[in-house]
């Protein structure tokens, strides 16, 4: 059963950093694409960044710049560093394992700026 598990959620100052961490388990992680979506209050989900197995990412025009998806192979493990964040950066973040027949969520942790 694959399994999402996120980290790294919490308060922070505007223009400060914070970085998510996603460890997957019960699949071929190397194999499988990966996203980060977020979802602020009264606002639907959108799409921050993917990154495919090769490496290769995309980045919502809103981030662009200022986050950096990465992953870790060994460590099953795929981030989201976050720079220079505003407090329209504010949501509820979900790591996302999709391609194919894949849909896996994680469990969301809530980033809050303060302005």
């Known amino acids: 059963q694959v399994q999402l598990v996120e980290s790294g959620g919490g308060l922070v100052q505007a223009g400060g950093s914070r970085r998510l961490a996603c460890a997957a388990s019960g699949t071929i992680f190397r194999l499988r694409a990966m996203a980060w979506y977020r979802q602020a209050p009264g606002k639907p989900r959108e799409l921050v960044a993917t990154?495919?197995?090769?490496?290769?990412?995309n980045y919502a025009d809103s981030v662009k710049g200022r986050f950096t998806i990465s992953r870790d192979n060994a460590k099953n493990t795929v981030y989201l560093q976050m720079n220079s964040l505003k407090y329209e950066d504010t949501a509820v973040y979900y790591c996302n394992m999709y391609g194919g027949f894949l849909d896996y969520w994680g469990q969301g942790p809530q980033v809050t700026v303060s302005s």
């Open positions: 990154i495919t197995s090769g490496g290769s990412t």
